[in-house]
């Protein structure tokens, strides 16, 4: 009886776990109660097999079930804590939408680069460990992957006291193609101005580097743009300002004043009656008050006490405002990045720009394939640059090559500089035929060039530091654009040196490349340096000159231009090209003693075509006996007065001599 009562105070004791088991236990009881009284050893032993079997199966069963369970509860209850750091260090950062890079990835060479950069990462730990020279506190705690801690080293690296080092590590950053979109982010949101300046710089930079511009304040209520942008001209200085300046301020002022009146129905007379303009008389359009308002802010932009005004008067938002509306007006554009290009000449305002976005905007043009567009945002970035770079672009003086940070080194400078009625990129096109003004074939540079020195010359002499000078010329006074300009040769020729010396002119060798009367002008900037000590350097850098129809004697279109002038009154330019002028005598005996006695070199090619001036006058503008200075070759070539400076493709003989000149010139220079 004690083992019975044993067997059934045991099942009573597993009762609360399965019901199976005490009802086998009653079983069993009553089995071995209702037995015969002589029971066998056997039989005794087997049934407590039995029942050990049986609960042994059971409660092991029941201990693995209910230790699956407990770890399935554990598991779903339990975060993660490296991915909470990774969404916690992310959180902060913008995001795309959509990846920008098709070949990110997390198959196998993910993998295999976590797992490259997990290396580099143990073997800069050991060796700073070495050195004694751990990584810093912010960057020893960030609990972030391996393969990430590139990126924290080379925002650090770019931060470091030494200038070198922080040129590697924007290069570095610039090489880079294989980051993730976040990880561009935190380059872009935890960099310095420095840093976002030269990977603006880097011609291989990804533009996920630069954040969008910060959003535009919202215009005041009943306003427009054409109107903040004539109470930002209003808010400008009026008074002792160049006559030219207050010229484009007045017109701009009152075309203003006139389209906005327009706009709201009119003017009132004294008896209060409406006084509706006309739309033929009265409406300007709203495009042509910009452009008068942006030309004169230009002029404005040129003086430093008026650029602190125009950035404390939100200049630089409305500008940008402007800028996005106007993406399909390159001359809008243009004028916008002549403006704040002048505003970076200020270092006190570079912190201001880059913080209201315009190095993303200017990163952008620069990748540009119009060269103008490209060139305007190259002269900005470079007078921001501070850090590799001690020469200031003022307004007119545009770097074609090189435009961004470049290890090749710079050994001469070539300059460009055009004549009457030319530009700094459209004088030096490649010439228009009707074969290759074709949209496919523009697309080539090697077959067309809009601007053959950026890219022919560049191409075939990377050393050289190519500039080209944009001024304004007219051959009418009916068609100046500012009536009060009466700027002589010599007037403009110490305008051009002053900018050019700001430029770094001088300090190294250099060749002048002239068309028309901007020969003239370099004659008379390289007689004035010759009379000032501080501008030695330019005289003696000086190796070579090249003319192309340079009318050093006269030329006939001021002949023309007289004998009609009811018609075209010649401008103070044209003037000065007459034949029979006192100044151009004097210039030219000067400078032909003062060529031959430094030693230059000198090329001269002349046109042998007529011009046609307009549709109806046709005249050679330059003869043969004037382009001739008196030293060096002098070459005729058939072409026109305005295409004697655009080659008809790189192979012709026009550029080919060009590039020889300069090859030859500057051989000893280029080798050392």
């Given at each position: 009886m004690s083992f019975i009562l044993s067997a059934f105070h045991f099942c009573r004791a597993f009762s609360h776990q399965r019901m199976s088991l005490a009802a086998y236990c009653v079983i069993c009881c009553r089995r071995i109660g209702t037995s015969t009284p002589p029971l066998k050893s056997i039989t005794y032993w087997r049934d407590i097999r039995n029942i050990i079997k049986f609960t042994g199966s059971l409660i092991l069963g029941g201990s693995l079930f209910l230790t699956y369970e407990i770890l399935a509860l554990k598991k779903s209850l339990t975060l993660d804590t490296q991915v909470v750091e990774r969404e916690k260090m992310k959180s902060y950062i913008y995001l795309q939408t959509v990846s920008l890079d098709k070949r990110e990835n997390y198959g196998i060479t993910y993998q295999a680069r976590k797992e490259l950069h997990k290396a580099v990462r143990k073997l800069l730990a050991t060796s700073a460990k070495i050195l004694r020279g751990p990584f810093a506190d912010t960057f020893t705690t960030v609990d972030v992957e391996d393969h990430e801690c590139a990126v924290w080293l080379l925002l650090r690296k770019s931060q470091s006291g030494d200038r070198a080092a922080r040129l590697q590590a924007v290069q570095e950053m610039s090489e880079t193609h294989h980051w993730q979109d976040y990880q561009y982010r935190i380059i872009a949101q935890a960099c310095d101005?420095?840093?976002?300046?030269?990977?603006?710089?880097?011609?291989?930079?990804?533009?996920?580097?630069?954040?969008?511009?910060?959003?535009?304040?919202?215009?005041?209520?009943?306003?427009?743009?054409?109107?903040?942008?004539?109470?930002?001209?209003?808010?400008?200085?009026?008074?002792?300002?160049?006559?030219?300046?207050?010229?484009?301020?007045?017109?701009?002022?009152?075309?203003?004043?006139?389209?906005?009146?327009?706009?709201?129905?009119?003017?009132?007379?004294?008896?209060?009656?409406?006084?509706?303009?006309?739309?033929?008389?009265?409406?300007v359009p709203s495009a042509t008050v910009e452009m008068f308002c942006l030309?004169?802010?230009?002029?404005?932009?040129?003086?430093?006490?008026?650029?602190?005004?125009?950035?404390?008067?939100?200049?630089?938002?409305?500008?940008?405002?402007?800028?996005?509306?106007?993406?399909?007006?390159?001359?809008?554009?243009?004028?916008?990045?002549?403006?704040?290009?002048?505003?970076?000449?200020?270092?006190?305002?570079?912190?201001?720009?880059?913080?209201?976005?315009?190095?993303?905007?200017?990163?952008?043009?620069?990748?540009?394939?119009r060269i103008m567009e490209a060139s305007h945002a190259a002269r900005t970035l470079a007078n921001l640059d501070r850090e590799t770079m001690q020469e200031k672009y003022q307004d007119g003086v545009y770097v074609l090559h090189p435009q961004y940070r470049t290890s090749q080194p710079i050994k001469a400078d070539v300059l460009f500089i055009h004549g009457l009625m030319g530009a700094a990129f459209k004088t030096w096109r490649q010439q228009d035929t009707e074969q290759v003004l074709t949209e496919k074939i523009l697309e080539d540079?090697?077959?067309?060039?809009?601007?053959?020195?950026?890219?022919?010359?560049?191409?075939?002499?990377?050393?050289?530091?190519?500039?080209?000078?944009?001024?304004?010329?007219?051959?009418?006074?009916?068609?100046?654009?500012?009536?009060?300009?009466?700027?002589?040769?010599?007037?403009?020729?110490?305008?051009?040196?002053?900018?050019?010396?700001?430029?770094?002119?001088?300090?190294?060798?250099?060749?002048?490349?002239?068309h028309s009367m901007g020969g003239l002008l370099v004659k008379k900037m390289l007689l004035e340096a010759s009379k000032k000590p501080e501008m030695s350097a330019v005289i003696n850098n000086t190796r070579g000159i090249i003319f192309?129809?340079?009318?050093?004697?006269?030329?006939?279109?001021?002949?023309?231009?007289?004998?009609?002038?009811?018609?075209?009154?010649?401008?103070?330019?044209?003037?000065?090209?007459?034949?029979?002028?006192?100044?151009?005598?004097?210039?030219?005996?000067?400078?032909?003693?003062?060529?031959?006695?430094?030693?230059?070199?000198?090329?001269?090619?002349?046109?042998?075509?007529?011009?046609?001036?307009?549709?109806?006058?046709?005249?050679?503008?330059?003869?043969?006996?004037?382009?001739?200075?008196?030293i060096g070759d002098l070459i005729p070539v058939d072409v026109d007065h305005l295409n004697i400076c655009k080659p008809k493709k790189k192979d012709a003989f026009l550029y080919q001599r060009t590039l020889q000149f300069i090859c030859e010139t500057l051989a000893k220079d280029l080798e050392n």
């Open positions: 101005l420095r840093t976002l300046i030269g990977l603006a710089r880097s011609k291989e930079s990804d533009l996920r580097f630069f954040l969008p511009p910060p959003p535009l304040p919202s215009l005041k209520e009943d306003s427009s743009i054409e109107e903040e942008l004539r109470q930002l001209l209003a808010s400008l200085p009026q008074t002792e300002l160049d006559e030219c300046i207050q010229y484009f301020t007045s017109l701009a002022l009152s075309e203003s004043s006139q389209s906005l009146a327009a706009q709201k129905g009119g003017l009132w007379c004294f008896g209060g009656n409406g006084l509706p303009y006309a739309e033929s008389f009265g409406e030309e004169a802010l230009v002029k404005h932009s040129e003086i430093s006490t008026h650029c602190d005004k125009i950035e404390a008067n939100g200049g630089l938002q409305l500008l940008q405002r402007l800028y996005q509306l106007h993406k399909d007006c390159p001359k809008v554009q243009r004028n916008i990045m002549r403006i704040v290009g002048n505003m970076a000449l200020n270092e006190h305002l570079h912190s201001t720009i880059v913080r209201s976005g315009w190095v993303s905007i200017l990163a952008e043009a620069m990748k540009s394939q540079e090697g077959r067309y060039t809009t601007c053959w020195p950026k890219t022919w010359l560049a191409r075939d002499c990377p050393a050289l530091r190519i500039i080209s000078v944009e001024y304004d010329t007219s051959l009418s006074d009916w068609r100046t654009r500012c009536p009060m300009e009466r700027k002589s040769i010599a007037f403009r020729s110490n305008e051009l040196l002053r900018k050019l010396r700001a430029a770094g002119v001088g300090d190294r060798p250099v060749i002048w490349v002239s192309y129809s340079v009318p050093h004697h006269g030329s006939h279109l001021a002949e023309y231009s007289v004998n009609i002038r009811y018609l075209l009154f010649p401008s103070l330019e044209v003037k000065e090209l007459s034949k029979d002028s006192p100044a151009l005598k004097t210039l030219q005996d000067d400078f032909l003693e003062f060529a031959k006695d430094k030693n230059f070199q000198v090329l001269n090619f002349v046109e042998t075509l007529p011009t046609y001036i307009g549709s109806m006058i046709k005249l050679h503008v330059v003869p043969v006996e004037s382009a001739d200075l008196g």
